[in-house]
């Protein structure tokens, strides 16, 4: 038997042993990670990264000749120790620098407790564009307001003034909401009607966007408010005028058919009083004045009129319902009627130079043209108004016969 075991190992002797695949790699790593492990146990010191459990001792006694200045700690000893010891120390080698950088503390303050304490200038406040909202947007360098015509078909009757803001604006009657995204200014519809009704409650900011405080002499905040209020509606003041109408929706007319009938003065600087004025100069049509005597217009009212007032007219407009006259002049030429021309010539001659004169829209129906005074004395039979135009129309008279075919449009007061 040993001598089989002997010649088996002698001929495995001369056979190559063939290592698995992994084998070498695996001794490899083995050899390497054994001599890293070797290397990191040599110079390993566990107490090298410890931090002591309790910080050492340190000492925050201030000298007697140390007084920090007023205006950056307050005279106490306890406020000023703990200033400079505030963090603990987490080291032997950090409290060594704290303890340097605290010597600098103290000779800086030191130093600096004669010199005021003074802050750094703000910057200017500047409001720049943003996102166009439908009751905001900012524009401060143009004079904060602009027209915003792509949304006007959300808000009432084509257009809103919309203002340039970072924030979103009160509500200018109760103060407790935001403006809504109908009424801009407001937060519903009774606060604005309110307005309308009262005015805004802060005179010195523009009459426009109500944002802004108004320029020296002026009653805008800038130049884009100011071409606004040119166009403004007369009632809310803010918003466009609808068309060639003259407020800018069926909310603003709701709230003059409540109020009404009352007037409203037309601005200085508004298209309908420059409007109202070249109609009149261009109607100083007579000959007993020259052009250069034309009265000088001080106000223009705009009267406002109840759907009362207005349904008579607007029933003698389309059916020719006649009514007896009541406001007629039983003295005049031609009978007892109301007495109008298309001269202003003619009408202010019937006025003192500080009178007024009503501009008036009237429905002449069928016209009985007469040629000379007193060919009739009354409205003819068949017929619904007279006309008489004396000295080829620069003194024409126009006689209505009755209350309903005229309703009064403007005011006109002179200096």
Request: proline fraction near 8%; charged fraction near 20%.
């Amino acid at each position: 038997m040993p001598s089989l075991l002997l010649a088996a190992l002698t001929a495995s002797a001369s056979v190559p042993v063939v290592p698995p695949k992994n084998a070498k790699k695996s001794s490899v790593k083995k050899k390497k990670s054994s001599a890293l492990s070797s290397q990191q146990t040599s110079n390993y010191n566990p107490f090298k990264f410890m931090v002591p459990a309790t910080p050492p001792a340190y000492s925050s006694t201030l000298p007697a000749s140390f007084s920090p200045p007023a205006a950056v700690f307050p005279p106490t000893d306890a406020t000023t120790r703990s200033f400079f010891d505030r963090g603990s120390l987490r080291s032997a080698k950090t409290s060594r620098s704290n303890r340097s950088l605290s010597s600098v503390f103290r000779s800086a303050l030191a130093a600096s407790a004669s010199v005021p304490v003074v802050p750094p200038p703000l910057p200017p406040r500047k409001l720049t564009p943003g996102a166009l909202q439908d009751f905001a947007a900012a524009d401060y360098t143009n004079g904060h307001s602009t027209l915003n015509k792509s949304s006007s078909q959300n808000l009432i009757s084509r257009g809103l003034a919309s203002f340039t803001s970072t924030t979103v604006q009160r509500c200018l009657v109760c103060r407790s909401r935001p403006g809504s995204r109908e009424y801009t200014i407001t937060c519903c519809l009774v606060c604005f009607e309110k307005f309308c009704e009262d005015g805004p409650t802060d005179l010195r900011k523009c009459n426009v966007c109500h944002c802004l405080p108004k320029l020296q002499g002026q009653q805008q905040c800038g130049q884009t408010c100011a071409e606004t209020a040119k166009v403004a509606c007369l009632v809310c003041k803010f918003r466009p005028r609808n068309g060639k109408h003259d407020l800018c929706g069926l909310t603003c007319k709701r709230v003059a058919m409540r109020l009404a009938p009352f007037i409203l003065e037309v601005p200085h600087d508004h298209t309908i009083f420059d409007k109202v004025e070249r109609h009149f100069k261009e109607a100083w049509k007579t000959s007993s004045h020259s052009p250069f005597s034309i009265p000088v217009i001080t106000k223009i009212f705009k009267i406002i009129e109840n759907e009362d007032f207005q349904r008579p007219y607007e029933l003698y407009r389309f059916v020719k319902f006649r009514k007896r006259v009541d406001v007629a002049d039983p003295g005049g030429a031609f009978g007892q009627g109301i007495y109008t021309s298309s001269a202003s010539g003619k009408a202010y001659d019937f006025c003192k130079e500080d009178g007024a004169l009503l501009l008036s829209k009237v429905v002449l129906g069928r016209v009985k043209q007469v040629n000379d005074w007193y060919d009739v004395t009354s409205c003819p039979p068949g017929y619904d108004s007279v006309v008489f135009d004396h000295k080829n129309g620069t003194r024409n008279e126009t006689i209505l016969y009755s209350d309903d075919a005229i309703r009064p449009v403007f005011l006109i007061i002179f200096q």
